[in-house]
């Protein structure tokens, strides 16, 4: 009897073993696979497939179309089939230290790569990641060993707008414990984005925890805002359920956002033990989020201590009608010679908008406005902004 009991548990155990292998398709392809010398392989299973490319900011750039133009976008590699139906590509350098993002493409169809759970949202766009380690500022983008802060979603009322919002809120380490006050920054989004876009792309909550572990930031609320005037929330995450991403959407640059931010800073000092004044506030943001903090801070000049313009628009549409941007020049004139603290100008030197941002640079030089300028390499890109927020944040509230 006993013999039998021990061969129906070796049966059973053999034949869940089968299921499993039969359920999850035999060993798994392992993908990315970081070697060593920091080379990547990427793999796919696809046996029937005719080609392979994988696609990913790791690789040159390339010129794509869009319904807004052409833009920098990144470049693609061959995959090459082996006897098991296995598709690889290894990079033929060491990729840089850096947050990376890619995906595949199978026979001209776009797909994630199903050996990488880790993924992110762009607008519409979901492309796997993953981290090559191994310089300081890189670092600074994993969870490290250190205290952390709160990351929280939270829901606020418009009266200038009409609805309820909702903002993405970071707390320093300590915040709900400490019964101290803190400042503010305020972090904006690109067109397209929302208040996930920071957390999630640019890793704000991970910097400030280390950055404010080594000593290089001093502690302070982040509140990340959705720019798009019209909406609630990000996609999935509001009552109009789940309509697709776009970045075709009513109320971005168009005066309303910038209209209503008061709002957004009556409701944090409310809710927040903030330093409710100038000096205990900065704004910054990217693309379109640059655009608004430009506007914002010289539209409410005793509002902001500290501005950061990363890859920003400057001017909106000839066609925009909106007091907000009237009288421009007036009111920088105004903002300036309350001196800010800072005011902090940074783009890549292949950026769409550097001649824009050149033009505005080359008129607060003929004004003799103090600003603080940071250039990079490359575009319109994350690599980017993330950097920015790296430099921007060690120079607040000192």
Known sequence: MKRISILLVMSLISAMAFAQQALWGGAPVVSPEIHEDNTVTFRLKAPKAVTVQVTGDFLPSRQIETPFGKFDGPGAADLKENQDGVWEYTTPEPLEPELYSYTFIVDGLKINDPSNVYMIRDVASVTNVFIIGGNERIDLYKVN????????????????????????????????????????????????????????????????????????????????????????????????????????????MEGSFETAFPDVVKFIDKTYRTQANKQGRAIAGLSMGGFHSMHISKQYPDMFNYVGLFSAAIMPDKSVKSPIYDDMEAKLAIQFAKKPALYFIAIGNKDFLYQANNEYRKMLDEKGYKYEYYETGEGHIWKNWRIYLTEFAPKLFK
């Open 145 to 252: 060993k250190v205290p952390h802060g709160t990351v929280s979603k939270i829901w606020y009322n418009s009266p200038t707008l009409g609805m309820d919002r909702r903002l993405t809120v970071y707390t320093p380490a300590g915040y709900e414990t400490s019964g101290k006050r803190y400042p503010v920054f305020y972090l904006l989004h690109g067109m397209g984005g929302d208040e996930n876009a920071w957390s999630e792309l640019g890793r704000t909550a991970q910097i400030m925890d280390n950055l404010i572990a080594q000593g290089k930031a001093e502690p302070m609320i982040v509140v990340m805002t959705n720019g798009n005037a019209a909406l609630e929330a990000a996609p999935g995450e509001s009552s109009l359920g789940f309509a697709a991403p776009s970045m075709s959407l009513p109320k971005t």
